[in-house]
């Protein structure tokens, strides 16, 4: 082979895996939930993709997306084992999405990519969620699952049904707007920063629940926070403390609106709320550092109003 053919078959594969790169992101951050290791395992894809004999392989697309699914099992299985041991209460890395183009891609994106849901996607195995994923969040059909997850077809249709059922009777679901959405996150952000409780205290459902992950690294709280009025008081308690240095963001994470929090100039959370519409009802507060990183390096803090 000479030097330009090998160069041209190069650029094609570049080409090739970079065209499929933002589908194997996605896959493996909905594994994982973290983008730091979704993106080492993507990496690790593209290695393997260079050095494969690509004269043996009929379609690209199936053989990254089968490499992408088994090495996601395999890091999920060792992860499941470490997060036994985390210190507190696991919440995934948020992820940082843009504002979709169309009011289809918004429910989409935010059934299959927020933060409640990804909670759920965690009691599934890692089989489980890789052939759930595949088949219902990717729309690929059950040759294809089976061929990615290394199980027959009649077992991943099993694995897909038993997910099913459980996400279905676990799951709450809410028919919240995004305008609705962001327009409570507003009145809410308003209220602490200006240190209204009542109305702290009004816009959170009576058995609200607030979940924090610390990691270890920072304070936080080992089990979910549940009422309303307790975490009234504690956002009231912190808008009393810091006073004007309490400083609100609003962005969007995990394909809906969120609120990062900062305290003194710096990001101290990143907060994804579950709403009916009304009220709060779930407040997932991302605290660790090691998982604030990405938001932090791109987002600057709020001026002073």
């Given amino acids: 082979m000479s030097a330009a053919t090998a160069h041209t078959d190069m650029d094609e594969d570049l080409h090739a895996f970079n065209q499929l790169r933002p589908r194997l992101q996605k896959l493996a951050y909905r594994m994982l939930g973290s983008v730091a290791e979704a993106e080492d395992i993507v990496q690790d894809v593209w290695l393997r993709w260079h050095t494969a004999a690509h004269d043996g392989i009929d379609n690209a697309e199936a053989w990254l997306v089968s490499v992408t699914t088994r090495m996601s099992i395999d ?31 918004v429910t989409e994106r935010a059934d299959d990519v927020s933060v409640a849901f990804m909670l759920l996607l965690e009691r599934l195995t890692p089989e489980a969620r890789a052939a759930f994923l595949l088949r219902e969040v990717f729309d690929m059909d059950y040759d294809e699952v089976a061929e990615a997850v290394g199980k027959t077809e009649a077992a991943c249709r099993q694995l897909v049904s038993r997910a099913k059922t459980q996400l279905r009777d676990e799951r709450q679901r809410f028919e919240v707007s995004r305008d609705t959405h962001r327009r409570l996150l507003q009145s809410f952000t308003q209220a602490v920063e200006g240190g209204d ?11 609200a629940m607030l979940l924090g992950d610390g990691g270890g690294k920072v304070t936080s709280f080992p089990e979910p926070m549940v009422g309303g009025k307790r975490i009234a008081q504690l956002f009231y308690a912190s808008s009393l403390r810091y006073k004007s ?19 003194g100039g ?22 660790n550092p090691d998982k604030l990183g990405l938001i932090a390096a791109t987002y600057s803090a709020p001026t002073e109003r």
């Fill in 266 to 287: 710096e990001l101290e959370s990143a907060q994804s709320f579950e709403t009916d519409g009304n009220r709060i009802v779930r407040i997932f507060v991302q605290r």
């Fill in 245 to 263: 240095g309490v400083r609100f963001q609003l962005v969007e994470l995990n394909g809906e609106w969120a609120l990062l929090r900062y305290l």
């Fill in 75 to 105: 890091r999920l299985r060792a992860a499941k084992i470490q997060r036994e041991h985390y210190a507190g209460i696991w919440l995934p890395e948020p992820l940082l999405t843009e504002s979709p183009a169309t009011p289809e891609e």
């Fill in 197 to 207: 409780f009542a109305t702290i205290n009004a816009l959170l459902a009576e058995d």
